[in-house]
């Protein structure tokens, strides 16, 4: 069992494993608890956490738990075949009591509570944030909706809980439907103008609801992503100067600016190193960076007022970062 008890900025709190409980078949639901009780920092409908595993890898994970809750902190891990590492070290390895290092909470998928109706879309794993912005708009007295996509019945997870009391929930099961997805386009379309409109899920549902929703309001358009839709920028031939030190670092071929940092002796915050998790954004204060990430809207990249440096790279010589 770790005891880590080590100061370290970027992963704040020391968290103990309270209860892995059964989700769905291959899915775990982790609480994590204060070593010796009281509250937690506060979160939003949406939030994740990093978390810092006992193995040395890095990951984030959306909390599923009622943002009313200070006691804990409730995640949702999906046994993933082709792991890395991660989910197998959390599904195999993890033990109840586990001293863990996370992050404090942070939202890249913020709940619009003054919405007339959100639409809520989710496909498998994915429904571990919307679980949260459900309970949050049933106790905000809100119009929603929620379609659920799995592939088979044993792997929908909360479904007991989202078909209790007032719910609007459309499961949509692919083996159930002549193994048919669930038809994103249509969702989308039969929307109300004013509506917000939500999605988590594989890449497959996001890019059929980025598309579905290309000529929609992007402030009523919230996605998120659990993994990047392009390469992280390799391209080098450019140098960044950090702006508090006056320190001037090449970044090579082959190399991301973190990598460039890190190879310099510069510590920089980061979690994924794929530009989904917005932990290393920097602000610019020069230059023109080369967006790679999935955290940014549209109107925030063409602002180029900060950067995911995990994955993005320049388009100018230099980049000024407040670094």
Not at 144 to 154: N, T
Request: include cysteine; proline fraction near 7%; hydrophobic fraction near 40%.
């Amino acid at each position: 069992m770790s005891s880590d008890t080590r100061d370290d900025p970027q992963f704040p709190l020391l968290l103990r494993l309270h209860a892995i409980t059964f989700g769905a078949e291959g899915i775990h639901l982790c609480e994590l608890r204060a070593p010796h009780g009281g509250e937690l920092p506060a979160f939003t409908a949406g939030a994740h956490i990093d978390l810092s595993l006992p193995n040395g890898m890095m990951r984030q994970y959306s909390l599923s738990n009622p943002q009313a809750e200070r006691h804990r902190y409730v995640i949702g891990v999906k046994r993933d075949p082709a792991s890395r590492g991660g989910s197998r070290f959390m599904h195999e390895d993890l033990r109840v009591g586990t001293l863990m290092r996370t992050s404090l909470p942070r939202n890249n998928f913020p709940l619009a509570e003054g919405a007339a109706h959100s639409v809520l879309i989710a496909g498998g794993i994915g429904i571990t944030p919307i679980r949260c912005m459900v309970d949050r708009l049933q106790r905000l007295g809100r119009s929603w909706e929620l379609h659920y996509g799995v592939r088979r019945r044993a792997e929908a997870v909360f479904l007991d809980e989202l078909r209790a009391g007032p719910s609007q929930l459309h499961l949509h099961v692919d083996d159930e439907a002549a193994g048919a997805l669930m038809d994103v386009g249509g969702i989308v379309k039969a929307a109300s103008e004013e509506a917000h409109l939500y999605c988590c899920g594989p890449t497959p549902m996001l890019k059929a609801f980025e598309a579905a929703t290309a000529a929609r309001p992007e402030s009523h358009v919230h996605a998120e992503y659990f993994s990047p839709d392009a390469p992280a920028a390799v391209e080098g031939g450019f140098s960044v100067r950090m702006a508090r030190s006056g320190r001037t670092i090449p970044v090579q071929p082959g190399q991301t600016i973190l990598a460039a940092l890190k190879a310099a002796g510069v510590e920089a915050p980061f979690s994924c190193a794929q530009g989904v998790c917005g932990a290393c954004e920097t602000r610019v204060l020069d230059g023109v960076p080369d967006h790679r990430d999935m955290i940014l809207s549209p109107q925030e990249k063409a602002a180029n007022a900060t950067m995911m440096i995990c994955c993005s790279g320049s388009k100018t010589p230099m980049l000024v970062l407040d670094i």
